[in-house]
């Protein structure tokens, strides 16, 4: 308990006291009670003790509720999340002919407008048969319409926007039936996109924002880049004040120093880093493997840039001192990166790569020999632990594309911890819901056999992970103790306990004789804490 003559006494406009609730801080395990003065946690501690240092301060009463530091997703993004939360949701497809009822009702409800919508997940359904052309164009004649596949690396597109996108036939990955794939998919994703209206842009979003807020969530990093919304998308959400602050990541490679303080200040991005592609996603086959995919006999996935770009990439970025990164899924695109990140090291140096955070995006498929590489060059894990709850297991996604073998060793996050390798949890939302207790859960509950993290290792990934790997590493942003930004949300939680996962990894693993302080229990019908509030550097920006 700490001593209240310890603080001076604050001024009534200034302080606020939270009273009668459960208080997560690694300073004051037991704290019931804590104190904000202005944008910074002023003190934790009891009940009785709070009232008597601060007999003026504005009291709020918990009434029970379990205060946390603010949650980060640490991949996002906003205007594709905000147009799938205001638009076509494909997501509760369980088959072809729902997927096709849910459009034609959706165009029913919206004449004349061109469709956006995203989601949809044939290796659920029975026929594991993705849509085609003539479907979308049956069920909307002549109306343009982009539905993205649930990964983003793929989509349907109608006649009447593939009709609008200038050389489509000529690209790579069309097909005039089935989904678009690499670069046919990012024309037609771009020409979609021009579809939309600035407002309908606007309103998502807005919508997203006021949504991770209502989540708990204070921060996120916005992987922007050319293929994902272009330059005026980012500059549009970069300009938004909404209470829930928006760290941006710009995926443009460059090749020298110079290009990359260039492109730092052109963007006013925190990095070159985010979704930088060298392949796409294991859902649609594009992900680049070292050996073909099970149920497609002679594909490898899809390789973006060469090995001589991405290290070119890293090594202008390393010597510029700017973060660099990429989205690497297959084995093969891991490896590309990692041999590169080796070469760099070998002539730049551990430290002068170690000091610039370079981060990977996803990083689902990787060895013991690659991770203990990557912790030791303080490579950045960005991961999406909800990645293995909706696809892991012998039976989901990642077995069915690369056999049961391969495919229950992807996302393998108590490897990459025990290695050193720094974690940040994100949501890559609108891939996966952005709700930070799932993701906690997914990594606690991870269905292959010692991948799991501890709760305490994945809420410590999901909350100060995330400022970690934006570069502020001043031991308190992320944590509820005195001096610490003002950025938690106050939780309706059940039960709280103090817990290791289901495997071995009893290494990260706490005691409830220890002191650590407790989270809420995660098991599988366990219900979800529900937010009550959120609060970001003093500041209410939800509840």
Known sequence: MTDPRSFARVTPTSTRLLINGRVHSPSHPDATAMAVRGDVVAWLGSDEVGRAQFPDAEVQDLDGGFVAPGFVDSHIHLSATG?????????????????????????????????????WDESTWSDDTAPRTDDLDAALGDLPAYLARVDVHSAVASSALRRLVPGLADAKGFDPQRPLTADAHHLARQTARELLTKDQLAEARVAALQALAAAG???????????IGGLDDWLQISALHSGVEVIGYWGEAVSTAAQARALIAETGASGLAGDLFVDGALGSRTAWLHEPYADAPGCTGTRHIDPDTIEAHLRACTQAEVTAGFHVIGDAAVSAVVDALERVVTDLGVAAVARCGHRLEHLEMVSAEQAAKLGSWGVIASVQPNFDALWGGSDGMYAQRLGPDRGCRLNPLALLASQGVPLAFGSDAPVTGFGPWGSVRAAVRHRTPGSAVSARAAFAAATRGGWRASGVRDGVTGTLVPGAPASYSVWDADVLDVSAPRDDVQRWSTDPRSRVPALPRLDTHDPLPRCRQTVHRGAVIYG
């Open 83 to 119: 147009l799938a939360i205001s638009g076509l949701d494909l997501r509760p497809a369980g088959s072809r002919q729902q997927f096709l009822r849910l459009l034609a009702d959706y165009a029913v409800a919206h004449p004349g407008q061109p469709i956006w919508g995203h989601g």
């Open 217 to 227: 969530i204070v921060a996120v990093h916005e992987c922007a880049g050319p293929q």
